[in-house]
């Protein structure tokens, strides 16, 4: 288990507390599942007080001072002793051993018969540390840990053998993580974790837990070889950069894909371009291309699964995504290395490269090089070479392909290949009668340009139909809402111009009336008797015109009656032009606030009438993308599918990203012949007995 998690934060993730972590994990991955081997069986009070007798002990370092070559499983009943201590004088000096035990042991047996059928399991292990007169002492930096057969998923073929798991992986993980843990606790404390951390997992404790088909056995001690993995290799670096405080500097670079997190949209299409085989990946695979696709120089991805989960299917399908990737950005065709601590897998992944074989293939899938098939060479030892039988040995292959005369063989055969694919291909592009190597490159670059493009554009059509299924109600209901709110903005609109129209016409009829009132009181002073006009100027003529003014201005509604008095015809004047520049200058400021609105009413009828009609725009695009869609998949069956937009996907795999890898391999093919130039240097370089082809 691992006691320390990764820091959560890009500032507590630099290059020392990831290494941190990682030596953690290596130390804890060396935990998983111990094999049973030369283990010893002891009593339940061993388990329980603490210590181990001294036969037991003195058997313990009798395998370990042998080498601890035996593998048999051995059942021992301590015989009865004098005295458990060991001693002193019978011993040499010893030091401690680090042991693994379980308070009881489950095993196998046949329900009928109730025969042990071979199998066992414990429900948990103790690490402990054996110290040579018995004790037994926890282990303080490793704590006690539920078998990983007994967890989902699993890491190997269960079968029906094994009982059914009490917890998945990811559970187990979060509560080993939260449990509080005293790493100086004695014995008795430390099995009381071992039994609170199975019932935390299991939700039973490990007294009650008894699968159907197992019965319980006595405890179990067995000497913990730590250093069986490839952790034993990598832990001492990284304890030796820690301590030196000193990371090299392409390890920084790989770290820092881990101190700064990726943003992985799992809803975009992955984006990939190539395929290799028939079998289109999965949706698990395809968001594991996709995080792949994100990646930035010098970052690494981690990918787990149990076996058969389409591990190798996938670093098929990213390494012919590599090469097609090359291929359309005119890049040199990449060099991809598949290595890894174990064998097996390289050689799945060598023996899965392949071209497929068989009849009614399109001809672009087969290889147009003589005597070959493979798409990998096998870099064997010595002794792997001597079984090469599903494998393109490396040596072989520079031997075949660099061999003299293998251009004269190769390059008619690829041309028969190319016509024929040509010929076969009515969108192959216009070739010449007699077409060249130089001539099938280009031609072969093209095709490749066009179906990337399909692929493309067919990702994008998926990705609308798919969105037209997920969202199609919502834009319908989306269309009438904004139809609606752009009907009530037109009417708002309408309203608002109207009204500032009013009272810009009302603003034009107080204009009016004050360009009247100002002629009406100047034609009744022209009234006035003659006299009264003439000797005006004298007072109290004047007053009494002003008087008579006045009282025809407030009769005709120019003034208020309680305007006045008035001494002058001036100040008549001053008085009727305030009142009405009064009025004026509020409907002024009406009919610019209601221009206002209008205006602005009218702004957001143009924004709802443009959204309107991008939201048409698009679902119509969305509707023809959909309708396209379903003629497309139409009679289309896919068992394996997650639903349709998945069959979709797949079939673009199978049709299109590799058709894109094949071509790029044709065209990778052709490239090499044209390179017949460089042969002569590579041969002056490989050794006189690999210049020919082996099997």
Same mark, same amino acid.
């Given at each position: 288990m691992?006691?320390?998690?990764l820091?959560?934060?890009?500032?507590?993730?630099?290059?020392?507390?990831?290494?941190r972590?990682w030596r953690?994990?290596?130390r804890?991955?060396?935990?998983r599942?111990?094999k049973?081997?030369?283990?010893?069986?002891?009593?339940?009070e061993?388990?329980?007080?603490?210590?181990?007798?001294?036969?037991?002990?003195?058997?313990?370092y009798a395998?370990?001072?042998?080498?601890?070559k035996?593998?048999?499983?051995?059942s021992?009943?301590?015989?009865?002793?004098?005295?458990d201590?060991?001693?002193?004088?019978?011993?040499?000096?010893?030091?401690p051993?680090?042991?693994?035990?379980?308070?009881?042991?489950?095993s196998?047996?046949?329900?009928?018969?109730?025969?042990?059928?071979?199998?066992?399991?414990?429900?948990?292990?103790?690490?402990?540390?054996?110290?040579?007169?018995?004790?037994?002492k926890?282990?303080?930096?490793?704590?006690?840990?539920?078998?990983?057969?007994?967890?989902?998923?699993?890491?190997?073929?269960?079968?029906?053998r094994?009982?059914?798991?009490?917890?998945?992986?990811?559970?187990?993980?979060?509560?080993?993580?939260?449990m509080?843990v005293?790493?100086?606790?004695?014995?008795?404390?430390?099995?009381?974790?071992?039994?609170?951390?199975?019932?935390?997992?299991?939700?039973i404790?490990?007294?009650?837990?008894?699968?159907?088909?197992?019965?319980?056995?006595?405890?179990?001690?067995v000497?913990?070889?730590?250093?069986f993995?490839?952790?034993?290799?990598?832990l001492?670096?990284?304890?030796?950069?820690?301590?030196?405080?000193?990371?090299?500097?392409?390890?920084?670079t790989?770290?820092?894909?881990?101190?700064?997190a990726?943003?992985?949209d799992?809803?975009?299409?992955?984006?990939?371009?190539?395929?290799?085989?028939d079998?289109?990946?999965?949706?698990?695979?395809?968001?594991?291309?996709?995080?792949?696709?994100?990646?930035?120089?010098?970052?690494?991805?981690?990918?787990?699964?149990?076996?058969?989960?389409? +591990? @190798?299917? &996938?670093l098929?399908? $990213?390494i012919?995504? %590599?090469v097609?990737?090359a *291929?359309?950005?005119?890049?040199? /065709?990449?060099?991809?290395i598949?290595?890894?601590t174990?064998?097996?897998?390289?050689k799945?992944?060598?023996?899965?490269?392949?071209?497929?074989?068989?009849?009614?293939?399109?001809?672009?899938?087969?290889?147009w090089?003589?005597?070959?098939?493979?798409?990998?060479a096998?870099?064997a030892?010595s002794?792997q070479a001597?079984?090469?039988a599903?494998?393109?040995?490396?040596e072989?292959?520079?031997?075949?392909?660099?061999?003299?005369?293998?251009?004269?063989?190769?390059?008619?055969?690829?041309?028969?290949?190319?016509?024929?694919?040509?010929?076969?291909?009515?969108?192959?592009?216009?070739?010449?009668?007699?077409p060249?190597?130089a001539?099938? +490159? @280009?031609? &072969?670059q093209?095709? $490749?340009?066009?179906v %990337?493009?399909a692929?493309? *554009?067919?990702?994008?059509?998926? /990705?609308?139909?798919?969105?037209?299924?997920?969202?199609?109600?919502?834009?319908?209901?989306?269309?009438?809402?904004?139809?609606?709110?752009?009907?009530?903005?037109?009417?708002?609109?309408i309203?608002?111009?109207?009204?500032?129209?009013?009272?810009?016409?009302?603003?034009?009829?107080?204009?009016?009336?004050?360009?009247?009132?100002?002629e009406?009181l100047?034609?009744?002073?022209?009234?006035?008797?003659?006299?009264?006009?003439?000797?005006?100027?004298?007072?109290?003529?004047?007053?009494?015109?002003?008087?008579?003014?006045?009282?025809t201005?407030?009769?005709?509604?120019?003034?208020?009656?309680?305007?006045?008095?008035?001494?002058?015809f001036? +100040?008549?004047?001053?008085?009727?032009?305030?009142?009405?520049?009064?009025?004026?200058?509020g409907?002024?400021a009406?009919?610019?606030?209601?221009?206002?609105?209008?205006?602005?009413?009218?702004?957001?009828?143009?924004?709802l009438?443009?959204?309107?009609?991008?939201?048409?725009?698009?679902?119509?695009?969305?509707?023809?993308a959909?309708?396209?869609?379903?003629?497309?998949?139409?009679?289309?069956?896919?068992?394996d599918?997650?639903?349709?937009?998945?069959?979709?996907?797949?079939?673009?795999?199978?049709?299109?990203?590799?058709?894109?890898?094949?071509?790029?391999?044709?065209?990778?093919?052709?490239?090499?012949l044209?390179?017949?130039?460089?042969?002569?240097?590579?041969?002056a370089?490989?050794?006189?007995?690999?210049?020919?082809?082996?099997?």
């Open positions: 691992v006691s320390k998690n820091p959560s934060t890009p500032a507590g993730r630099g290059p020392a507390n990831i290494l972590y953690q994990c290596l804890e991955s060396m935990l599942d111990p049973l081997k030369d283990a010893i069986t002891i009593e339940p061993h388990i329980v007080q603490g210590y181990l007798p001294a036969d037991v002990v003195n058997r313990i395998l370990l001072e042998a080498g601890n035996s593998s048999k499983f051995i021992f009943k301590p015989r009865r002793a004098t005295s201590a060991v001693s002193a004088a019978e011993n040499p000096p010893r030091g051993v680090p042991v693994l035990v379980t308070p009881f042991l489950l196998a047996v046949n329900l009928r018969s109730r025969a042990k059928e071979g199998d066992v399991i414990p429900p948990v292990w103790l690490p402990a540390q054996m110290l040579p007169d018995g004790i037994l926890p282990d303080p930096e490793h704590l006690p840990f539920v078998p990983r057969i007994l967890l989902d998923p699993p890491v190997s073929d269960r079968g029906d094994w009982p059914v798991p009490i917890a998945s992986f990811e559970d187990y993980d979060r509560i080993i993580r939260d509080i005293d790493r100086e606790q004695d014995w008795q404390g430390r099995l009381a974790h071992a039994n609170a951390l199975f019932e935390a997992v299991s939700g404790a490990a007294d009650d837990w008894l699968p159907d088909g197992w019965q319980r056995e006595t405890p179990l001690v000497v913990w070889e730590r250093d993995s490839a952790a034993k290799l990598i001492p670096l990284c304890e030796e950069w820690l301590r030196e405080e000193a990371v090299p500097a392409t390890l920084v790989v770290l820092a894909s881990a101190m700064e990726r943003p992985i799992s809803t975009a299409d992955a984006g990939h371009l190539g395929h290799c085989g079998r289109a990946i999965n949706i698990k695979q395809r968001d594991a291309v996709r995080a792949v696709g994100v990646m930035q120089d010098g970052q690494l991805q981690a990918v787990n699964g149990p076996p058969g989960t389409g +591990k @190798t299917s &996938l098929k399908t $990213l012919a995504d %590599a097609v990737t *291929a359309l950005t005119g890049a040199e /065709a990449p060099r991809i598949v290595t890894s174990n064998n097996q897998a390289v799945n992944a060598a023996r899965d490269l392949i071209s497929p074989q068989g009849d009614g293939l399109p001809v672009e899938r087969e290889r090089l003589p005597g070959m098939t493979h798409l990998a096998f870099a030892s002794e001597k079984e090469p599903g494998f393109l040995l490396l072989a292959l520079r031997g075949r392909v660099f061999a003299k005369g293998f251009a004269e063989e190769a390059e008619p055969y690829f041309m028969e290949r190319f016509k024929a694919w040509r010929a076969a291909s009515s969108k192959a592009g216009a070739v010449s009668t007699e060249d190597l001539e099938a +490159k @280009t031609v &072969l093209a095709k $490749l340009h066009d %990337a493009a692929i493309r *554009a067919k990702g994008v059509s998926i /990705a609308q139909a798919e969105r037209l299924n997920a969202e199609g109600e919502d834009l319908r209901d989306c269309l009438a809402r904004l139809e609606m709110e752009l009907d009530e903005a037109q009417a708002r609109t309203k608002a111009q109207e009204a500032a129209a009013t009272a810009e016409r009302d603003m034009a009829e107080v204009l009016r009336q004050h360009r009247t009132a100002i009406t100047d034609h009744r002073a022209e009234k006035h008797p003659l006299w009264m006009r003439l000797l005006s100027f004298l007072p109290p003529i004047e007053a009494r015109r002003s008087s008579l003014l006045r009282a201005a407030v009769t005709l509604q120019y003034l208020p009656p309680y305007a006045g008095p008035f001494d002058s001036a +100040k008549i004047y001053e008085a009727v032009d305030a009142r009405f520049i009064s009025d004026k200058d409907l002024v009406r009919a610019a606030q209601l221009r206002g609105i209008a205006q602005t009413e009218q702004a957001q009828t143009e924004a009438g443009s959204a309107l009609a991008a939201q048409r725009q698009d679902y119509s695009l969305l509707a023809e959909g309708a396209a869609f379903d003629v497309w998949m139409e009679g289309h069956a896919d068992p599918a997650a639903d349709i937009f998945d069959a979709a996907r797949r079939r673009i795999d199978v049709e299109g990203r590799a058709t894109a890898f094949d071509l790029t391999m044709r065209m990778r093919e052709a490239e090499f044209l390179r017949r130039e460089e042969w002569d240097e590579v041969w370089v490989i050794p006189p007995a690999n210049k020919g082809f082996g099997r």
